[in-house]
Nanobody, 126 residues
Framework: QVQLVESGGGSVQAGGSLRLSCLIS????????LAWFRQAPGKEREGVAG????????YYADSVKGRFNISRDRAENTVHLQMNDLKPEDTAKYYC???????????????????WGQGTQVTVSS
């Protein structure tokens, strides 16, 4: 079972930036979907950004397009989420997730992912 460990969360003011990192415990095969999800209290877990390791397809929720960027560092076996222009509504616990195969149109369907990190808290104040 692949282990995922997130880091980089914290508290920032609106308009600020944070960079989340997800360390992957083993070298992945060619075809994997890596994604970031978030969950705020009382809300469902939602997909924020996804990346297909074969071909470099990127996916973003409408609410974060133009502000967030997902990337992969092969050398460090890490996937990052750069978050800019943060808003109070971005406040949530952020999770890294992975499944084999392409992300596709349902990249943000949490049930497809079989490996999850423990999450890292992001708090944005106004």
């Amino acid at each position: 079972q692949v282990q995922l460990v997130e880091s980089g969360g914290g508290s920032v003011q609106a308009g600020g930036s944070l960079r989340l990192s997800c360390l992957i415990s083993e070298i992945l095969g060619i075809r994997n979907c890596l994604a970031w999800f978030r969950q705020a209290p009382g809300k469902e877990r939602e997909g924020v950004a996804g990346l297909y390791t074969s071909g470099g397809w990127h996916y973003y929720a409408d609410s974060v397009k133009g502000r967030f960027n997902i990337s992969r560092d092969r050398a460090e076996n890490t996937v990052h989420l750069q978050m800019n222009d943060l808003k109070p509504e971005d406040t949530a616990k952020y999770y890294c997730a992975r499944h084999t195969g392409p992300c596709g149109a349902s990249w943000d369907r949490a049930a497809r992912f079989d490996s999850w990190g423990q999450g890292t808290q992001v708090t944005v104040s106004s």
